[in-house]
């Protein structure tokens, strides 16, 4: 039986990587794609742990062989998501979590219908502008620009499966845990089905 694919989307600010590492800690039977970029790596990250990294030419080149189920351009910097990476995982039962943009979930959702998508929102446009200007890591222009952004990738959550609001932590977590466990279950409830019929025929 192969994994389940789920793909958790938001904007900036929303929660999602706080939300999405809750989960990983959570549920052990969640693994974490881990993305291909070019950017540099941060203090304290590992190369195959939280990215591979990999220089512009090779990312290129993977990106000409087809080998991204998705990749895009943010901030200067590549990031893809390996087409191998993913249906290996998902070919030994296991199941895998993306954390991209809507764009990259629209396109992996198109060559993969049965991902489920998932849109963390804020509980309101205000409370994500206090978030972000709590991180006190940008400057109000920048703020400005994200904010605006957001309101462009909120306008695309309908889009998802499932939309979930990010404003009592615990409480997101738990709706987060809800979708995924519920959808192994039913997952497991059309293998039974199916193998039901069989057996009876």
């Not at 972000?132 to 890591?137: N, T």
């Not at 997101?172 to 193998?195: F, I, N, P």
Request: glycine share 8%; hydrophobic share 40%.
């Amino acid at each position: 039986m192969s994994g389940n694919l789920f793909i958790v989307s938001a904007p900036s600010g929303a929660g999602k990587s706080s939300l999405v590492k809750a989960l990983l800690a959570r549920d052990p039977h969640i693994h974490l794609s881990i993305s291909h970029t070019t950017r540099a790596p941060r203090p304290g990250e590992v190369n195959g742990r939280e990215y591979h990294f990999v220089d512009r030419e090779t990312f290129k080149a993977m990106q000409a062989r087809g080998e991204f189920l998705e990749s895009a351009e943010v901030y200067g910097n590549f990031y893809g998501t390996s087409r191998a990476g993913v249906e290996a995982q998902r070919a030994a039962g296991s199941d895998i979590l993306l954390e991209i943009d809507w764009q990259g979930a629209e396109r992996i959702r198109t060559l993969i219908p049965e991902a489920i998508g998932i849109f963390i929102l804020p509980p309101s446009l205000a409370a994500l502008k206090s978030r972000l200007e709590g991180r006190g890591q940008d400057s109000a222009e920048i703020i400005a620009g994200r904010l605006a952004a957001a309101q462009d990738d909120i306008a695309h959550a309908h889009a998802s499966d499932y939309v979930l609001i990010n404003d009592v932590f615990e409480t997101a977590l738990e709706d987060l845990l809800a979708v995924c466990r519920g959808q192994r279950q039913r997952q497991r409830s059309e293998t039974h089905a199916l193998v039901t019929a069989l057996l009876a025929n």
